[in-house]
């Protein structure tokens, strides 16, 4: 199985932005226009884009569907995110043409929520797995504190197809990742994607070794800092 390099944009009200604890910050790369980074990534081969509305994570209310619906129209494959743990929510961003959803990590401490939502998507559904000090610990709106291997086990009895496992505290540090994590969760036996603190290709090989299927890349990608055509041929 090759190994997917899923550039990323956090987007709020319409522009480009980034996570802080305080709220949605703007980004000046590209103008803050997500548009131009979409294209650029697909200047680069990229197949994928990553779109988080930080609208959704922060407040609850999805407001960047225009910005999903844009990248979908454009050609590349959305996997759209962003604290999600509605239907409605999951049912409006597949609508607006993603691929596919990340469920968000505090919609993980209702359990029969979330199957509910893994029955009714399957595996248009990869469910997100944020970790802070080996514990499942959620940013965004709606924040949760929950054991990782446990977490795993119901996940996969409930039939989670796939996992996006971030790093926390190296999200948008250009770090390094987790890749301890990674191996961690990838014994769970799902196809397993990671972020967080990715900044070189060397992270990608590391992250492909833990047994990643691919990875998604924020500020290295977005900034420069990252060479995405070498990313994406990565061998």
């Known amino acids: 199985m090759s190994f997917e390099v899923i550039p990323a944009i956090d987007v709020a009200d319409g522009r480009l932005a980034r996570y802080t604890r305080e709220g949605p910050a703007p980004v000046e790369a590209f103008g803050g226009d997500p548009g131009a980074a979409v294209r650029s990534y697909a ?7 990553h779109v988080v509305d930080l609208d959704l994570a922060f407040e609850g ?3 960047n569907l225009d910005v999903v619906r844009a990248a979908a129209a454009s050609g590349m494959r959305v996997q759209a995110s962003g604290g999600l743990r509605r239907i409605a929510d999951a049912e409006a961003m597949l609508a607006a043409g993603a691929h596919r959803v990340v469920l968000g990590s505090g919609a ?9 939502l893994l029955r009714r998507f399957g595996e248009r559904v990869v469910v997100g797995i944020e970790v802070d000090d080996g514990r499942i610990r959620s940013r965004g709106d709606l924040p949760v504190d929950l054991p990782l291997a446990e977490t795993l086990g ?3 009895s409930a039939g989670a197809p796939a996992f ?3 790093a926390v505290a190296r999200v948008g540090t250009m770090r390094g990742p987790d890749a301890v994590t990674v191996r961690r969760v990838v014994r769970a036996g799902r196809p397993v994607l990671a972020a ?4 070189s290709l060397a992270d990608l090989r590391a992250l492909r070794r833990a047994g990643a299927i691919g990875a998604v890349v924020g500020r290295a990608g977005l900034e420069g800092g990252l060479d995405l055509e070498q ?3 990565l061998d």
């Open 231 to 233: 990313a994406l041929a």
């Open 164 to 166: 996006l496992i971030t």
């Open 154 to 156: 119901w996940l996969v």
């Open 108 to 116: 993980l401490a209702d359990e029969a929520a979330t199957a509910a």
């Open 61 to 63: 209310a999805a407001r």
């Open 43 to 49: 200047a680069a081969g990229a197949r994928w884009v």
């Open 196 to 199: 967080g603190g990715i900044s």
